[in-house]
């Protein structure tokens, strides 16, 4: 099967990382992973957008901890596009405990804290193409890189 060279996945700097200023760190990162970047914006999502994003979570201990985390400021939602972007888009996040997390990655570069770790990103295709929707209901953008036909 010919690779995906058009998976997408979706990233959100959460409120931590964005009061930490670090946005164009995580930007850059998957820039120059060579990701392409179809949508992106600051938002400050309810918290009934909240509790669908992390719907399969309710019910957790953390769970109202964790939406009032969400809820203490703008988010910064993005998607990428490129091969194996779900996958590789988690390796590069790190563990969900930061302190298990190596050195290189986001929460293990910026984070020791489960509930303060900067960042989240899809774990299936499945579930980005239903962030995406949850997140872009205007859609993302289509186009094409003059280098991206020609990697693969
Ligand atoms: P995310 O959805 O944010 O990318 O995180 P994840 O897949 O790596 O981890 P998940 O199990 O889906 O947990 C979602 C978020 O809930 C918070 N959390 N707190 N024990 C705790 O206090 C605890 N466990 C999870 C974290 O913010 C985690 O990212």
């Given at each position: 099967m010919a690779p995906n060279i058009r998976?997408?996945?979706?990233?959100?700097?959460?409120?931590?990382g964005v009061d930490r200023g670090l946005?164009?760190?995580?930007?850059?990162?998957?820039?120059?992973?060579?990701?392409k970047l179809i949508a992106a914006k600051l938002a400050s999502p309810g918290k009934?957008?909240?509790?669908?994003?992390?719907?399969?979570?309710?019910g957790k201990p953390f769970f109202p901890g964790m939406?009032?985390?969400?809820?203490s400021g703008p988010v910064f939602a993005m998607v990428?596009?490129?091969?194996?972007?779900?996958?590789t888009g988690r390796v590069m996040l790190g563990a969900t405990n930061p302190?298990?997390?190596?050195?290189?990655?986001?929460?293990?570069?910026?984070a020791l804290a489960v509930g303060r770790n900067i960042c989240h990103g899809s774990d299936s295709?499945?579930?980005?193409?239903?962030?995406?929707?949850?997140?872009?209901?205007?859609?993302?953008?289509?186009?094409?890189?003059?280098q991206e036909s020609k990697v693969f």
């Amino acid at each position: 099967m010919a690779p995906n060279i058009r998976e997408r996945t979706y990233i959100m700097v959460k409120p931590d990382g964005v009061d930490r200023g670090l946005v164009g760190d995580i930007i850059a990162r998957f820039e120059r992973r060579g990701f392409k970047l179809i949508a992106a914006k600051l938002a400050s999502p309810g918290k009934e957008h909240l509790e669908k994003h992390y719907a399969d979570l309710m019910g957790k201990p953390f769970f109202p901890g964790m939406i009032q985390y969400m809820l203490s400021g703008p988010v910064f939602a993005m998607v990428w596009e490129g091969l194996d972007a779900v996958k590789t888009g988690r390796v590069m996040l790190g563990a969900t405990n930061p302190l298990e997390s190596g050195p290189g990655t986001i929460r293990g570069d910026y984070a020791l804290a489960v509930g303060r770790n900067i960042c989240h990103g899809s774990d299936s295709v499945e579930n980005a193409e239903k962030e995406i929707a949850l997140w872009f209901p205007e859609g993302v953008l289509q186009y094409t890189r003059s280098q991206e036909s020609k990697v693969f």
